[in-house]
């Protein structure tokens, strides 16, 4: 089953302008991951926020995690064609064991 | 370093038969998990191990069935395939608590 609900399901964007992307879940959680999908190709891991945090930054990346309200967003900072993707947020829940589950994602769209 | 690898990188097969995919984790990586991912879906948890050992198992019928080698890699089985079993299928090695996912292996049943 999946935990997280990602909003919007598509976004589609010009270059240059700023993507954000939102996560919910369910249960409690270890951490929440970010990752992007090209294509229905392999996933590539962008970022990872651990319960007792509340933002990270990676580059033009910028994670918040808000555990009262269940919830995670993705900021994209002048976006480029390239960031072109899937985007999903997956859960470590408490007594997984380090089992992800994944929302459905976001798939965002960056025109040039 | 090479990444999480895998193979085949595509696969079609008919209904009523079975599949072996394979998959080698990141150099030093010891535990493997594998996902499903239909299309337009994200991915979904079928099985981790752990040094050789099932540590998780998601809610998946007794027709899928995987193991670990002794060099940490792994293969995940499906019999009996049904049309449904039609999905990307992910490997993923872990180090700490980020998991580092391969290409995947197609799989389409005809």
């Known amino acids: 089953s999946q935990q997280g609900e990602e909003d919007p399901q598509a976004l589609s964007i010009q270059e240059g302008e700023n993507a954000t992307m939102n996560c919910s879940y369910k249960?409690?959680?270890?951490?929440l991951q970010w990752y992007r999908q090209n294509s229905g190709r392999g996933l590539v891991h962008l970022i990872l926020?651990?319960?007792?945090?509340r933002e990270k930054h990676s580059g033009r990346l910028r994670v918040t995690l808000d555990t009262s309200k269940k919830s995670s967003s993705l900021l994209i900072t002048a976006s480029r064609a390239a960031d072109t993707a899937s985007y999903f947020c997956?859960?470590?829940?408490?007594?997984?064991?380090?089992?992800?589950?994944f929302g459905k994602g976001t798939k965002l769209s960056v025109k040039p | 370093d090479a990444g999480v690898t895998q193979s085949p990188t595509h696969l079609i097969k008919t209904r009523g038969q079975h599949v072996t995919l394979r998959c080698s984790p990141i150099?030093?990586?010891?535990?493997v998990s594998w996902y499903q991912q239909v299309l337009g879906q994200g991915p979904q948890f079928i099985f981790q191990?752990?040094?050789?050992?099932?540590?998780g198992r998601g809610n998946f019928p007794d027709r899928f069935s995987a193991r670990q080698f002794p060099n940490y890699s792994s293969e995940l089985n499906v019999n009996a395939l049904l049309l449904g079993d039609s999905a990307l299928y992910l490997c993923?090695?872990?180090?700490?608590?980020?998991?580092?996912f391969g290409p995947g292996t197609r799989l389409t049943v005809l």
């Open positions: 997956a859960t470590d829940s408490i007594g997984s064991q380090g089992n992800l589950i």
């Open positions: 191990y752990y040094e050789k050992e099932e540590r």
């Open positions: 150099s030093g990586h010891k535990s």
């Open positions: 249960t409690s959680i270890n951490n």
């Open positions: 926020i651990r319960s007792n945090e």
């Open positions: 993923a090695s872990t180090e700490g608590n980020e998991q580092f």
